[in-house]
């Protein structure tokens, strides 16, 4: 299974069930080392489940969430949705790429640079006139991997998402 390419393709409701699992490993496993033990105790499946749900139920234009399969099984996902700052009335809004997740013994192989790949275009799609996204502060592959891409660091947030310190990047 690992030495297949992945494909890229929107995600289904069908679809909730592994994106929640993956997700929520991701928090629970890739995220343990740059979290706190009470955050990472405070991640519940069925949050995830509900969550995913949801937002894949209700998608809208400007939005889509995005997975990396390899036969049968969802690998990876990033979610591109229009960011919560105001609309600009002379042009776009701002894009916000989040949940950018892959399964943990598979990172590394190139399931995320094609995952970023399809938001882009996407994001080109969509005419976005500008491209933000977080990550955790502590979290230098992710960092490393995102600055690679082109993304600049534009913010800094010692407070973070739930306590958890986060920095903003800004597609250069």
């Known amino acids: 299974m690992t030495s297949d390419i992945p494909t890229i393709e929107s995600a289904t409701l069908d679809d909730c069930d592994a994106i929640a699992n993956l997700h929520f490993l991701s928090h629970t496993v890739s995220f343990a080392p740059f979290a706190s033990e009470q955050w990472l105790d405070s991640r519940r499946l069925d949050d995830y ?6 937002t894949l ?3 809208a ?7 990396a399969r390899i036969p049968g099984v969802v690998v990876g ?5 229009r960011s919560n700052g105001p609309a600009s009335d002379s042009g776009p809004v701002t894009a916000e790429l989040t949940g950018m997740h892959v399964s943990p013994d598979l990172t590394g192989r190139g399931i995320g640079k094609l995952l970023m790949q399809r938001s882009l275009d996407f994001i ?13 502060a502590a979290n230098t592959g992710a960092r490393r991997f995102y600055e690679l891409h082109g993304w600049v660091l534009v913010e800094e947030h010692p407070d ?3 306590g958890v310190p986060v920095v903003v990047y800004e597609l250069a």
């Open 61 to 67: 234009g400007g939005e889509s969430t995005l997975i």
């Open 57 to 59: 139920s209700s998608a």
């Open 160 to 162: 973070g998402v739930e």
């Open 124 to 136: 080109h799609e969509q005419n976005f006139s500008r491209v933000v996204l977080g990550v955790i």
């Open 77 to 81: 996902m990033v979610r591109v949705a």
């Open 49 to 54: 489940l509900s969550r995913w749900r949801k």
